[in-house]
């Protein structure tokens, strides 16, 4: 089945629109119509091919908002007219130990990514949600609560579930108190989450600017990181925090910011490595240096469901298809809150 896209022919050449090839349903399958699909700072990435992974022709997209059309003869989840997600990953093993307990996204043979994937079925490279149409298997769709503006949920399905999950995993409860390092498309999205957990939130930014849309968004408190008084107010005082930012930095003050036994959890990835952190604090204090990749399928549904209690979304600019290179170049200079998302019926294919 042929349908339109917008497509990366080589790493130099802007994305243009450009008919695919959709597979055949399968018996699993969920055939899906784009309404609304997030852009990540990956999907740049992997446009430029930055991370040298990169197969061209290349369709990126992986915070996906849609209508199903059409279900293949096994599927019970889901049914055609209904609103679904899509996010990062659309396959996984389904076998190793870490898919058995529902955590597809540590999957020892690798997850299939939304797109510049290996389809199991073809073989050829999987398609992501910049286009018309994309087909998943219904184990990996999501349920979409009826309640919340459908282009404010696309973010969630990447960067709401990537600050969801170390929330939930490592068992933040009301009272406690988290820390955000930066206040972009993540930071923005940990926030919000944290906050609606009942947690007493503090961002950590290098911009004192954002400070006033950082309590619009639930922050009691905002640290500018850059102030050596400010951080050594914060000593000792935060039981987790959630590391946002994608680009090399000193970790050191905020180790100094956690209480004894407190964590630092990093979901941004640096093109450089982070300066290695004082090892004499961490073991005085048994502090501890987390990552956390993105979040399950249960977590994802879980967090959305919790999005729909709390009439929580993620902040956006609504764009056309067309503009995509636009919002690349403003991502670029961090010019956007929070995060752009395509409407695809306003796209002119």
Known sequence: MKINALVAHDANAPLASAPITLRSVQHQDVKIEVLYCGVCHSDLHMARNEWAVSRYPLVPGHEIVGKV??????????????????????????????????EEQYCEQDFTATYNGIDRYTGQSTWGGYAQNVIVDQDFVISVPDNLPLAGVAPLLCAGVTVWSPLRHFTVKAGDRVGVVGLGGLGHMAVKL????????????????????????GAKQVVVSTDSEQMAACHASQDIIIDCVAAAHDLDPYLAALKTNGRLVLVGIP??????????????????????????????????????????????????????????????????KY?????MHATHW
Do not use: W
């Not at 003869?73 to 898919?99: H, K, L, P, W, Y």
């Not at 995060?339 to 409407?343: E, M, Q």
């Open 69 to 102: 059309v059409e279900v293949g003869a096994g599927v019970t989840r889901f049914s055609t007219g209904q609103i679904v997600g899509v996010g990062v990953m659309v396959d996984s093993c389904r076998e190793c130990n870490f898919c058995q307990a529902q």
């Open 194 to 217: 944290a906050s609606a957990m009942g947690a007493e939130v503090t961002l950590f930014t290098t911009s004192p600017q954002k400070g006033a849309d950082a309590y619009r968004l």
């Open 271 to 336: 093109e450089t490595s982070h300066p290695s952190p004082q090892i004499t604090p961490m073991v005085f204090r048994r502090l501890s240096i987390s990552g956390s990749s993105i979040g399950s399928i249960k977590e994802t549904q879980e967090m959305l469901d919790f999005c729909g209690q709390h009439s929580i979304t993620s902040d956006i600019e609504l764009l056309p298809g067309e503009e995509i290179e636009n919002a690349f170049r403003r991502m670029l200079k961090g010019d956007v």
């Open 339 to 343: 995060r752009f998302v395509i409407d």
